[in-house]
């Protein structure tokens, strides 16, 4: 009996123990870790709003840096009511550099809504070889946006090379 009564009041505290730190557990350390879980969830969360706001201010600076830029592109555009002027100025640089230099409109190139966007031209010139260059950098003068997608050259005979370009031209 004896032993019974030592080990109910043994057991008495020791059951009460348990009982207390389940308790403590149970509704103490488990919302407690819940709000820690949350409170890391929120800090996630606000890294990823920092960071996307971060972003957006390097953004607003690149565009800023390009907007800048727009106006110079924009003026190296050619004007659609300018094609002429630009077909009269490669006449120009083929007759300044002594080529003979004839010209088309093979195709309009037109986005999604129907504005063009490039013109391409086929340029059939005859010259020399100094003259084909100093043609080129004619045209590398112009302050046109512009592009070679074709060339090719061939010999007449020794002295005269006719060459066949398609230049692209981009508009406004």
């Given amino acids: ?5 030592l080990y109910l009041q043994i057991a008495t505290p020791v059951l ?13 350390l488990k919302p407690i870790s819940s709000i820690g879980q949350e409170y890391k969830n929120n800090r996630l969360i606000l890294a990823e709003v920092e960071q996307k706001a971060g972003l957006g201010g390097k953004l607003k ?10 106006l110079v592109i924009q003026s190296s555009l050619l004007k659609i009511e300018d094609t002429l002027l630009f077909i009269e100025a490669l006449e120009g640089a083929a007759s300044k ?3 003979t230099y004839s010209t ?3 195709q309009e190139i037109k986005d999604e809504s129907g504005k063009i966007t490039t013109i391409n031209f086929n340029i059939e010139l005859s010259g020399n070889f100094s003259t084909l260059v100093s043609f080129l950098r004619e045209i590398e003068e112009m302050p046109y946006l512009m592009n070679f997608i074709q060339v090719s050259v061939s010999v007449e005979d020794d002295e005269v090379l006719n060459t066949k370009a398609t230049l692209q031209v981009y508009i406004q």
């Fill in 97 to 99: 550099t002594n080529n």
């Fill in 61 to 70: 600076k690149e565009f800023e840096k390009v907007e800048g830029s727009a």
């Fill in 16 to 28: 009460v123990l348990f009982l207390g730190i389940f308790a403590l557990w149970f509704f103490l």
């Fill in 1 to 5: 009996m004896i032993n019974r009564n």
């Fill in 104 to 106: 088309n409109v093979v």
